[in-house]
């Protein structure tokens, strides 16, 4: 039986969904008197990053440098195609990680052509915007491609192309945290996110997943069995300068071709 927790969380999310608020006028500046670690001057150099300090609020630039550092632990350039590259990061809310995602595609010489959706994209945030408002302003950013697009939208029912790359920071494998972000306990499924990677990937495409703890990559795991997923890479992830509650833990996936 569906919790009451869920149903009054389907109630709003649906309702959200129906109002699809929007307010045009989002926009975030930097504070470049602010210091910021070796480490993070060393991500803002090697791609390319300066320009955009001055354009993004100082925790969401560091949350980007942060996502550039975990995808310099974990994305080797020899196993990426060459040429254009469908990427989708499921999940993404605001799409505030896109400015890193160009960044280091583009380093590693490839043409990232990046698909935001999210499932609750029109909650009122603070200043009276919604997430699909921040969404527009990072991909009106410079150094973007004409195909990067951000789609409110249930990646669990996806039916576009396949991709080559999915990244997924810190899905819900579990209904609590879900049911805490405030949509249905249902979208918190290990399961339904292993059948939709592999539904959504082409063949040998990758998938890097971070989840926020041992647990809920083993709950992954438990998920992962029989599922034509390979694990080709894993490790914890502490980013030195984006402390977390919990460590990072990051999985690199090779789709399977059966």
Request: charged fraction near 25%.
């Amino acid at each position: 039986m569906e919790s009451l927790h869920s149903k009054r969380n389907r109630l709003f999310w649906k309702l959200r969904s129906t109002l699809g608020f929007r307010r045009s006028g989002y926009k975030e500046t930097g504070d470049l008197s602010l210091p910021i670690s070796d480490e993070e001057k060393r991500l803002e150099r090697r791609y390319g990053m300066g320009f955009l300090r001055q354009r993004l609020f100082p925790d969401v630039y560091k949350k980007n440098l942060a996502t550039l550092w975990i995808m310099e632990k974990t994305l080797s350039a020899s196993l990426l195609p060459g040429g254009t590259l469908k990427i989708v990061e499921p999940g993404c809310q605001d799409f505030s990680r896109l400015p890193a995602i160009r960044a280091f595609f583009k380093f590693h010489g490839r043409i990232p052509a990046v698909e935001g959706m999210e499932l609750d994209p029109y909650p009122v945030l603070s200043g009276f915007h919604s997430r699909a408002d921040k969404a527009e302003y990072y991909l009106s950013l410079p150094g973007g491609h004409r195909a990067d697009d951000y789609l409110a939208g249930d990646f669990f029912l996806r039916d576009q192309s396949p991709a080559d790359l999915i990244l997924s920071f810190y899905p819900f494998v579990s209904p609590d945290p879900a049911l805490a972000w405030g949509i249905p306990a249902e979208f918190g499924d290990a399961k339904k996110w292993v059948d939709a990677y592999v539904h959504n990937l082409q063949r040998g495409g990758l998938v890097l997943t971070v989840h926020q703890g041992t647990w809920e990559e083993e709950e992954f795991d438990r998920a992962r069995k029989d599922a034509p997923l390979e694990i080709i890479w894993r490790s914890r992830v502490d980013c030195p300068f984006y402390p977390l509650p919990h460590p990072a833990c990051a999985s690199v996936y090779r789709r399977l071709a059966h």
